[in-house]
């Protein structure tokens, strides 16, 4: 049983990027908890990246859903994985 105050999704991002900032509003606004990390101020994050990625980088976000990797703001995949892994806004 997973823990449910954990959020399963991480977002890697870029303090100047305009879609990461989007795919974060638009969480927020669903009430889905996420954890941020970004990738030119934390080396480990950039390097965690790399390992998910398999050793790539071709821009962000990039967005793990427990454990299922989607490349850019791509609302379709994002919601897909939310729903495969039954990840539910939290209640306010």
């Known amino acids: 049983m997973s823990d449910t ?7 890697y991002r870029t303090s100047w990027c305009a879609f990461c900032h989007t795919e974060q509003q638009w969480l927020d606004k669903l009430g889905i908890p996420y954890v941020a990390k970004d990738i030119e ?21 990039v967005t793990d859903i427990a454990g ?12 897909e994985a939310m729903a ?9």
């Open 41 to 61: 101020e934390d080396k480990a994050a950039y390097d965690e990246l790399l390992v998910k990625n398999g050793g790539s980088f071709s821009g962000v976000p």
């Open 84 to 92: 495969k892994h039954n990840i539910q806004p939290v209640a306010a």
């Open 5 to 11: 105050n954990t959020p399963q999704i991480t977002i």
């Open 68 to 79: 299922d990797i989607i490349l850019g703001f791509d609302r379709p995949k994002l919601q």
